[in-house]
């Protein structure tokens, strides 16, 4: 029998396990053949924004058995504060010109939505064929921008979470679930 993921060292800063490696790996499957069906014969570019969406879009291209390509973004939000601005700089912009192409932009979680509305706004200026957005987390409570997200694996509650691509200061990203981090690991900084 395997120990409950809080008893883990890195599960031990854990508050609450909201969504477990099974039910990750279950919704990803789903997500992976619903996309499959909608891009076939399209020959989708998967577009994964860093750092967060290494784990999810790992598995979701590997979920969807048509031919597509992959690529990924970095950006960065302006300014100080913890809070998104929406206005980004592109660390690292695409390889290829996507004029024409078939786009789906990989997130491992939508908050605000300003992030992917910029991106979004500046990736239309190179005229794609479509844009689709897919989430595995969407936090829709702290929704400010009117965005469509067309997949999205799971509604989050409106607490900051941890795990399967998401971090706090740089960490927790390799935890194989997603949860809510213990408050006491903020004051311990
Ligand atoms: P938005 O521009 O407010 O939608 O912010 C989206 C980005 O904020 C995500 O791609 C994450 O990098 C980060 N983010 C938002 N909520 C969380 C969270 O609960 N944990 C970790 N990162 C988060």
New binding site residues.
Partial sequence: MSAPPQDTRLGASIAEVLFSAEAIASKVSQMGAALAAHYEGKRPLVVG?LN?CFPFIADLVRAMDIELEVDFMSVS?YGAGT??T?VVRFIKDLEEPIEGRHVLLV??????????RYLTEALYTRKPASIEVCALLD?QQ??T?NIEVQWRGFV?PD????GYG???AGRYRNLPYVGVLDPSVYTKG
């Fill in positions: 924004i967060g939000s809070k998104s929406g997130e491992d979680i939508i908050d605000t939505g300003l992030t992917l936090k702290a929704r921008q989050c607490a900051f979470v941890v998401l971090d706090y």
